[in-house]
Each structure stands twice: as C-alpha cells, then as structure tokens.
Nanobody, 130 residues
Framework: QVRLVESGGGVVQAGGSLRLSCVAS????????MGWFRQAPGKEREFIAS????????TYSDSVKGRFVISRDHAKNAVYLQMSALKPEDTAVYYC???????????????????????WGQGTQVTVSS
C-alpha cells in the first residue's frame, strides 16, 4: 500500500520560513516526478511545484516562484518544499503527490494538474500570521 506522509507544517509569522517534508512508502518513485499542491478554505487545490525524477528540472506556480524551492532525495524516497518569505496568503493545507501512471515516467515530465497525480498525502497545515 502506497503512503505519502507530509510533515513540517505549523504557524509562522509573515516573512518567516518553513520546510515541508514528504516521505513515501510502499513503492519507490525514483522514475516519477513528484509535486506539491495546496488548498485554502473555499478554494480549489492549487499547484505549487513539481520536480522531475532526476531532479534535473523543476517548475513553480507564479505565486511562489522565487520564494519556494522543491527538492527530492531518492535514498529517502522523499520530496521537500523549502518555503521562505511566507505571506498570509500562503496559508493552506499543503499536499505532496506522485503520479502512478507509466506515461509520466521519464526525465522530462513535470505534471502540474491534480488529475495527473494518483497518490496523495493527508496534508499538513501551514498558517502564516500577519
């Protein structure tokens, strides 16, 4: 059974930083991209960042570009999100996700839509106070 478990969320003041972690178990995802999404109350799930299987490429939403950095560690089957210069509008539940379909295997895929991802964590709350 595949499980993704996020950690690292919390309450931080505007301008502060947090580092989210997501560890996968039940399957290795070395040939798959990995991604982060977030969902604020009353809003749709929003793409934040994704990283290719070999960490050679990344992509970010405009809302976080220059402030957030996605990385991964194959040895730990994990993906991370370093968040800096946090703003109150970054407040949301943050989810890591991984595709499961063969079409996403490979060095250059960077999916950005929720429907491209098959495995999701339970989410971790990030609250940024002003």
């Amino acid at each position: 059974q595949v499980r993704l478990v996020e950690s690292g969320g919390g309450v931080v003041q505007a301008g502060g930083s947090l580092r989210l972690s997501c560890v996968a178990s039940g399957r290795t995802f070395h040939t798959m991209p990995m991604g982060w999404f977030r969902q604020a109350p009353g809003k749709e799930r929003e793409f934040i960042a994704s990283i290719t299987w070999n960490a050679g490429s990344t992509t970010y939403s405009d809302s976080v570009k220059g402030r957030f950095v996605i990385s991964r560690d194959h040895a730990k089957n994990a993906v991370y999100l370093q968040m800096s210069a946090l703003k109150p509008e970054d407040t949301a539940v943050y989810y890591c996700a991984v595709p499961g379909r063969e079409q996403f295997q490979g060095p250059s895929t960077l999916p950005t839509r929720p429907d491209e991802y098959d495995y999701w964590g339970q989410g971790t709350q990030v609250t940024v106070s002003s």
